[in-house]
């Protein structure tokens, strides 16, 4: 009977029960071994070294011949009595010490020596390094360049070492364009994406050392994919066999597996990745990975990794396994930056952002569902939350586990209004040997931040529209601890409407906002661009309320923008460049200026500085002009 439904550790558990304790071995030449685990112990054949050996350059004596000798009374040995020996030099039987050069001097043939020495000094007896019968390497080990050479020393040439698996994936789905089939993706039809797991599976098995493969793309059609399956089992030790793997009407991999084989389990607690399946066709093992991307990945390191450290060792370490899968830079525990609700009773992997503000350091989950590749790309690691963890509130200690380098002590925070030019910034941060991450929270968002040491550099564009005047009121409502904030005029940008190419609805004053056919898409509260349209509302005396879409929020210009290119809004309100991004018309509405607002405590973190000297840079002038919509002050 399938098993559904299990938890992360039930299926280890399940895992160790079908393939523990198995290994296959193969015997390789020494040359070829690097990086292969020994699948036994290995004896030396030999003592090393195998004879009396000089530790010095120097004379070969007998150390009963130097008693007494200092120098003031020196030994005087005649010839006969001492030999010159190199480092490394075999040293006669007639002979028990060696005496350094450096102690030493000849006269007329005689040898000089101003220094006792004892039975054995400066002498490396036989087997000092490795005794013949001695291990010299356990089951297990790694070779390594080092053991590589030690095993050549003592005459090894050949070495039993354990099997790595050969790993095929099969890639299926109407949907799927196979790699390499489209050059141009901008010909890529509707409905159809670039078949991309692959590659990324190939990058994390290549770290692994595991061979692995990429059969052909198979489509939709239960009779193809098992006539697949089947010449895949026939090849290889473990077939992956990417999507198809939950209900929809077009999922066939189970039904495949279990008409071919046996599926042992189907589904697990865990998101993402909760679709994925094992079986057992022709007594090699079968997972069925789900088909977005993140999901792929957390199956490849929770699911597929154990299992190949059980083909390959016969065993694996609960403890170390997810490290070793991940590539883990660093492992520690952070404190959550904000909130997170987890499902309950399921393990859920979330992406995370970190920095050290203070002394401490902090993570926050970065938003996105499992087909989102860019939030998994720009993720510095990851934590997995326990089943048993269902409400994480701010300031929770979480195990973040970090596949990235991070620079802790450079890199600054930016809380606040989103902006694409200040992401160009990123880039010449870290030119200056720092680094820089940004999280869009909004103007108003931005400065709690930094009111509250969450933020070592916010940015804003608040409308008072009392004064007319931005940002002003809003900073003095943080005071006193916004008397010590800097501001620095960055830019002026263009805000207005982004439409539909062609402006279809005729949209061209906040009235038409109003209008019973147009529907919006808003920001969240407290952002810049949310502060503007209320303020245009008020002014125009038009009740929110009357607005279709004013709840409908997103967090950045790109995303409100999107929501009009995919016709699910009529207008955004937004800046330039989020209607050029997506080939949409714009109309000005206003220009507005936008301030960075730094602490004076943090004028001197690394990061801020490398910031504020990236602000005169060229570079910087013109990658912003490029984008359009922008006024230097």
């Excluded at 002590?409 to 910034?425: I, Y």
């Excluded at 941060?429 to 929270?441: A, F, K, M």
């Amino acid at each position: 009977m399938v098993k559904e439904h299990l938890s992360l550790y039930e299926v280890w558990e399940l895992l160790q029960s079908k393939w523990g304790g198995k290994f296959s071995v193969i015997h390789v030449p020494l040359q070829q071994a690097l990086g292969a685990s020994l699948a036994e112990d290995i004896l030396s054949p030999i003592n090393v070294p195998h004879y009396p050996a000089s530790a010095v350059d120097g004379y070969a004596v007998l150390s009963i011949s130097t008693s007494m000798a200092t120098a003031a009374t020196p030994a005087i040995l005649d010839e006969g009595q001492f030999q010159w020996v190199n480092t490394g030099s075999f040293v006669p039987p007639q002979f028990d010490a060696v005496v350094m050069v450096e102690d030493t001097s000849i006269k007329e043939g005689k040898l000089y020596v101003y220094e006792s020495e004892l039975p054995g000094a400066n002498l490396r007896p036989i087997g000092e390094d490795v005794i013949k019968g001695q291990i010299v390497a356990h089951f297990g080990d790694e070779v390594d360049p080092n053991l590589t050479a030690l095993l050549y020393a003592i005459g090894i040439h050949e070495l039993p070492v354990l099997a790595k698996p050969k790993v095929v994936f099969i890639p299926t789905g109407d949907e799927i364009i196979p790699r390499e089939s489209v050059n141009d993706l901008g010909l890529l039809p509707p409905g159809k994406v670039m078949e991309s797991n692959s590659i990324m599976l190939e990058c994390i098995f290549k770290k692994w050392g595991v061979p692995f493969f990429v059969d052909q793309h198979v489509e939709d059609d239960p009779q193809l994919l098992s006539k697949a399956l089947l010449r895949a089992v026939d090849e290889y030790d473990l077939v992956l066999i990417g999507a198809g793997s939950a209900k929809g009407k077009r999922d066939f991999t189970a039904d495949v597996i279990e008409q071919e084989g046996r599926l042992l389990f189907h589904w697990i607690l865990m998101r993402p990745g909760r679709p994925a399946m094992l079986g057992v066709v022709r007594n090699k093992p079968v997972i069925g990975m789900p088909g977005f991307p993140m999901s792929t990945m957390v199956i490849a390191w929770s699911v597929v990794y154990p299992l190949i450290e059980l083909m390959t060792k016969g065993s694996f370490n609960e403890d170390k396994f997810l490290d070793e899968a991940m590539n883990v830079k660093e492992k520690l525990k952070a404190s959550l930056l904000i909130s997170h609700t987890s499902p309950q009773g399921i393990s859920e992997w979330l992406r995370i952002k970190a920095v050290q503000l203070g002394s401490k350091k902090y993570v926050w989950p970065i938003l996105g569902g499992s087909s989102s590749m860019r939030a998994t790309a720009e993720a510095d690691g990851f934590a997995l939350i326990p089943p048993e963890a269902y409400e994480c509130p701010k300031g929770k200690e979480v195990e973040v586990r970090l596949i990235k380098d991070v620079l802790w002590e450079n890199r600054a925070l930016f809380q606040g209004s989103d902006d694409p030019a200040v992401a160009r910034l990123v880039s010449l941060v870290r030119r200056r040997g720092s680094d820089l991450v940004i999280r869009p929270v909004g103007s108003l968002g931005g400065l709690a931040a930094l009111a509250r040491g969450e933020a070592h550099l916010s940015a804003a564009h608040l409308l008072d529209p009392e004064s007319g005047l931005y940002n002003d009121s809003y900073i003095a409502s943080f005071k006193p601890i916004s008397d010590k904030w800097k501001r620095f005029l960055l830019f002026y940008r263009q805000q207005g409407f982004i439409v539909k190419k062609g402006n279809p609805k005729g949209i061209n004053s906040v009235e038409d906002l109003a209008r019973s056919d147009i529907r919006i898409v808003n920001r969240q509260p407290g952002a810049g661009t949310r502060v503007l349209l209320d303020s245009m509302l008020k002014e125009h005396d038009i009740e929110a309320s009357l607005i279709k879409g004013y709840e409908d929020q997103m967090v950045t210009h790109l995303d409100a923008s999107c929501r009009v290119a995919w016709g699910l809004a009529d207008v955004a309100l937004g800046i330039k460049f989020a209607a050029d991004a997506l080939d949409l018309d714009f109309i000005p509405v206003t220009e507005e200026p936008y301030e960075l607002i730094i602490p004076e405590d943090e004028l001197d973190h690394p990061g801020v500085v490398a910031l504020l000297d990236a602000l005169s840079d060229p570079d910087f002038k013109e990658r912003v002009n490029a984008m359009g919509g922008y006024r230097w002050p």
